[in-house]
């Protein structure tokens, strides 16, 4: 994506991980159709530049290299260069927010808790805000079990729906699985069976999955424009449906400082895992 007020270009890199399963022609078409848009609405001189990026590295190097202005990545994606940014723009999912992930089993199972998981298998769906699910899951089983998941277990990461991982718990189809906490609680008002026969048997912290950042240096007085542009993003329709590429309900800008909690899980579980 890119934009500019006098021949200024804004190139925005999209992490692959942001746009999961998703059809990336799809995607392109509704952020240039929004574009083209936005450009008018607020009387912007601009171009947009939007590339998929499959590599977290290469998407890194990119922001350093100062080939990119806008970045949307998972958190753990720019770990790295996380302390060169003063301020973010947090992807607010649908549903409660920050996101808690959690490991459910059948009650009637032979498994209460994290030990017993050995042998078995896990299904840990991909996309909507489950970015950081299987690596918070990863670092939990090592922590208590004190074995790395690749050793004891079999993960199923081919799922996209959420509540469909949960069934299979729930059906006996699979042992285990790590769904979202405002999910679970979704489908156990759906169906209070589901209440009885789930068993939460591990619950991560807050976190925030997902964010759009600006890179540092790019100062320019089409970023101030772009960062109302973006905050006003759920105001219109195009807006809308941008978000919804994103599954989420609108952008929020805060200082880095909101990621605190979720910036110290993810530095604490890689020195773990490196230990």
């Not at 042998?119 to 769906?125: Q, Y």
Request: with cysteine; aromatic share 8%.
């Amino acid at each position: 994506m890119a934009a500019t007020v006098s021949g200024e270009i804004v190139r925005v890199g999209i992490s692959s991980q942001a746009v999961f399963n998703a059809n990336v022609n799809d995607v392109l078409a509704t952020i240039k159709a929004w574009s083209k848009n936005a450009v008018k609405a607020h009387d912007l001189q601009a171009t947009f530049e939007v590339n998929i990026i499959e590599s977290s590295a290469q998407l890194r190097n990119e922001l350093k290299g100062k080939r990119l202005e806008i970045v949307v990545a998972s958190i753990n994606e720019i770990l790295p260069l996380s302390l060169a940014f003063d301020t973010v723009f947090i992807s607010i999912a649908k549903g409660s927010f920050p996101v808690r992930y959690v490991l459910v089993v059948h009650r009637d199972s032979a498994i209460s808790t994290p030990e017993e998981l050995n042998n078995s298998v896990v299904a840990i769906p991909r996309g909507d805000f489950m970015q950081l699910a299987e690596f918070w899951f990863d670092t939990y089983f090592q922590k208590n079990v004190r074995t790395p998941t690749s050793f004891s277990l079999t993960k199923k990461t081919d799922l996209e729906d959420i509540s469909k991982a949960g069934m299979q718990v729930f059906f006996r189809q699979v042992d285990a699985a790590v769904i979202r906490r405002d999910t679970l609680n979704r489908m156990e008002q759906l169906n209070p069976q589901i209440k009885k026969d789930l068993l939460v048997i591990g619950e991560s912290g807050p976190l925030m999955p997902m964010v759009l950042v600006f890179r540092p240096s790019w100062q320019t007085p089409l970023r101030d424009s772009m960062e109302k542009v973006l905050s006003e993003l759920h105001t219109t329709s195009l807006g809308e449906q941008i978000l919804m590429v994103f599954h989420c309900i609108r952008l929020e800008k805060h200082p880095i400082t909101v990621l605190k909690s979720t910036l110290a899980f993810l530095q604490k579980s890689i020195e773990s895992t490196r230990n």
